[in-house]
């Protein structure tokens, strides 16, 4: 079971996405290295996830993106916008009580 790929319930890649540019603004790979390195490995996510979780953010005014220098080359940089840090705080209070319920069936059922 150990580095088990796990499947993200819906939903939950833009709640990553968002916690994971309440500390600073960073580029899409930064962002999936973060969420590898932070998950111990367990979550891995893949271009073809991520980009267009971006993209989506960002039509919903969650995030802003610009171009800035990354390590090796351009790159576009996202960060949290003020209605983004809005929806970050209500998805944590959601997740947190969803997953809350989840944990007291599996412990009493």
């Known amino acids: 079971m150990v580095n088990q790929r796990l499947d993200l319930p819906q939903g939950t890649l833009d709640l990553l996405i968002l916690k994971t540019l309440a500390l600073e603004p960073q580029h899409g790979?930064?962002?999936s290295?973060?969420?590898?390195?932070?998950s111990s490995d367990?979550?891995?996510?893949?271009?073809?996830?991520?980009?267009?979780?971006?993209h989506r953010l960002e039509r919903r005014g969650w995030i802003?993106?610009?171009?800035?220098?990354?390590e090796n080359n351009?790159?576009?940089?996202?960060?949290?916008?003020?209605?983004g840090r809005k929806q970050l705080e209500a998805e944590e209070g959601a997740w947190r009580k969803l997953t809350a319920a989840v944990g007291q069936v599996l412990e009493t059922a």
Not at 33 to 38: A, N, W
Not at 64 to 70: L, Q, R, V
Request: hydrophobic content about 40%; overall charge positive; charged content about 25%.
């Open 33 to 38: 290295e973060r969420i590898q390195q932070i």
């Open 74 to 83: 351009r790159a576009k940089y996202y960060e949290l916008t003020r209605s």
């Open 42 to 54: 367990v979550l891995r996510i893949q271009q073809g996830s991520l980009y267009p979780a971006l």
């Open 29 to 31: 790979w930064a962002i």
């Open 64 to 70: 802003k993106a610009k171009w800035g220098i990354s």
